[in-house]
């Protein structure tokens, strides 16, 4: 749900005022606050319990670095929302560059797993779910990897991913479309349906 | 069955991948706080003015000295200078009593 802007007063400004200051300690309750919505958005980004701590750290930090170009137009949390999913994004960017992913998901093996996967008549249980998941995404570039992670698991408006990421409403709509339609085709290709 | 039915539904498993909870227990507070104060003390010293820079130039003891050198040089110069303008104004007195009658 996009942050309505100014609408009510961030009750987070006082901390946020003190830890521009320098404050370790307001900024140490800023974390303690958000913390576990940081967690729950960047969960869906990477369900590995290490991969997640790792996102989760990024993001106070780049927010630490960020906090003196910090203005009270937005609210805090959606302005940490958005460093959320930046960093979100340069995971996946990372992870489709990083040689270990090249190294499996570009062989057959990864190819037939996919299919034995999809093949799987049982109801998936939650946790192989969302692995199942990321296996099938770690086979879309970066941005649609994002994309579908936010539209799909995280269930969030197109323009709220918009305004999350700093992309203009149309070419949200546009990159979300193309997307789908890889997606669309790379399920085919294994066999799964894919209905929205 | 046909083959539709064997097959996972995308919609299926985004159902399913929706209720996993993320891990238990995860609290990042103490990284960051160690991972921003070793900022702090790794950072590079803020950037002073040139005020201040120029400042800290004249307190230093070898600044010191070498101002007091060339002090005492100049004043030097200055003095040898002084002896030779008066030489110069002389002579062009002289000149000046010579040139006078024509």
Redesign the interface.
């Known amino acids: 749900m996009p942050a309505p802007a100014n609408s009510q007063p961030d009750e987070d400004i006082g901390l946020v005022r003190e830890a521009q200051a320098g404050s370790?300690e307001a900024?140490?309750q800023l974390?303690?606050k958000h913390?576990s919505s940081m967690?729950?958005l960047l969960?869906r980004f990477a369900?590995q319990?290490a991969d997640?701590?790792d996102l989760?750290?990024e993001t106070?930090?780049n927010a630490?670095r960020g906090l003196p170009t910090w203005q009270p137009r937005q609210p805090f949390i959606h302005w940490l929302r958005k460093i959320a999913v930046r960093v979100g994004l340069e995971a996946c960017r990372r992870w489709s560059r990083s040689t270990l992913s090249r190294r499996v998901e570009g062989t057959s093996d990864f190819q037939d797993l996919l299919e034995t996967?999809?093949?799987?008549?049982t109801?998936?249980?939650?946790?192989s779910?969302?692995e199942?998941?990321h296996f099938i995404l770690a086979l879309l570039p970066p941005e649609d990897r994002t994309l579908i992670t936010l539209l799909?698991?995280e269930?969030m408006p197109v323009l709220e991913i918009a305004a999350l990421l700093d992309w203009s409403a149309t070419n949200t709509k546009v990159k979300a479309f193309r997307a789908r339609h890889r997606?669309r085709k790379l399920?085919k290709q294994h066999?799964?349906?894919?209905?929205? | 069955m046909n083959s539709e039915q064997k097959k996972r539904s995308w919609s299926d498993l985004v159902h399913a991948a929706r209720e996993v909870m993320p891990p238990e227990g995860i609290d990042v507070r103490d990284d960051i706080l160690f991972a921003i104060q070793s900022e702090r003390r790794t950072s590079p010293p803020p950037t002073t003015g040139l005020l201040d820079e120029l400042a800290e130039l004249f307190r230093s003891g070898w600044m010191r000295g070498a101002l007091a050198a060339l002090a005492l040089t100049t004043g030097a110069v200055a003095w040898q200078g002084a002896n030779a303008a008066a030489q110069f104004a002389f002579a062009l007195d002289l000149q000046g009593m010579l040139l006078a009658p024509l």
């Not at chain 1, 996967?117 to 008549?121: G, K, L, P, V």
């Not at chain 1, 109801?123 to 946790?127: D, S």
């Not at chain 1, 066999?191 to 929205?196: A, L």
Request: charged share 20%; no cysteine; hydrophobic share 45%.
């Open positions: 370790h900024f140490e974390v303690e913390q967690i729950a969960h369900p319990r997640l701590e989760v750290q106070f930090l630490w996967i999809a093949d799987t008549r109801p998936p249980n939650p946790a779910a969302l199942e998941i799909h698991l269930e997606l399920l066999g799964y349906t894919f209905y929205e």
